[in-house]
């Protein structure tokens, strides 16, 4: 089945820098890659995701690059602010018929100081 | 609010009884996921339901765990004879079936278990 990997797990960052968190996929086949950003206490919230026929999406300060042939995509958070501190979780999802489940990465703790 | 709802958010169970979990999707959305997360791990996908049909199981979902959609609408997941491992947070996601090949999955806050 799908795995999907996640770096780095923690990332630490000044207030108005950029993050880049790094996701790999194994399995050629999945065409969709959700971002969620998860709070304490909370369930995860979708963010941006990105579909397998784009190669980068833009949403204000959140960026998100695919790279089909290296099985890879990332996030890009731009001027970072106190309140993106959270944990993100990348996702793929096979293109099975039937099959809808979200593989997830194991995570990273964004920690912006301000 | 018309979000994913799940009740209770929070159980405390001592091994070996039995609980049961209850998500209500977002309204007029067809599908229903079911997902467990541990401690510092991302979710792990348990089983989804198309309307009332469930349609796909994961090797995680033991004899032990159950899962309805009975009018296709709410859902509750019952697990039986609960151990330690099973302490998890448990989420509920809904989507709204769409002619594309995929479509967005929105979470609900989740249900965190810990049995003692």
């Known amino acids: 089945g799908e795995n999907v990997e996640q770096h780095p797990s923690t990332l630490s960052v000044q207030e108005g820098d950029s993050a880049v968190i790094k996701c790999t996929y194994s399995?050629?086949?999945?065409?969709?890659f959700p971002w969620y950003k998860q709070e304490l206490g909370k369930g995860p919230q979708l963010i941006i995701d990105?579909?397998?026929?784009?190669g980068e999406k833009k949403d204000q300060r959140i960026a998100v690059t695919l790279n089909k042939t290296a099985k890879h995509f990332s996030l890009h958070i731009t001027e970072t602010q106190p309140e993106d501190s959270a944990v993100y979780f990348c996702?793929?999802?096979?293109?099975?018929?039937?099959?809808?489940?979200?593989?997830f990465g194991s995570g990273t703790r964004l920690q912006v100081q301000p | 609010d018309t979000g994913v709802s799940q009740n209770p958010r929070h159980k405390i169970t001592k091994r070996g009884q039995n609980v049961t979990f209850r998500c209500d999707p977002i309204?007029?959305?067809?599908?229903l996921y079911w997902y467990r997360q541990t401690l510092g791990q991302g979710p792990e996908f348990l089983t989804y339901?198309?309307?009332?049909?469930?349609?796909?199981k994961s090797r995680l979902l033991s004899d032990r765990f159950s899962a309805e959609r009975p009018k296709g609408s709410f859902s509750t997941l019952e697990i039986q004879r609960t151990e330690q491992g099973d302490s998890a947070m448990y989420l509920c996601?809904?989507?709204?079936?769409?002619?594309?090949?995929?479509?967005?999955?929105?979470f609900g806050p989740g249900t965190r278990l810990l049995v003692l």
């Open positions: 990105i579909r397998s026929n784009v």
């Open positions: 339901f198309q309307n009332e049909a469930q349609l796909e």
């Open positions: 996601a809904s989507s709204l079936r769409t002619s594309g090949d995929q479509e967005t999955q929105y």
């Open positions: 309204s007029e959305h067809n599908r």
């Open positions: 996702a793929a999802s096979i293109r099975d018929t039937g099959r809808r489940a979200l593989t």
């Open positions: 399995d050629s086949a999945s065409n969709y």
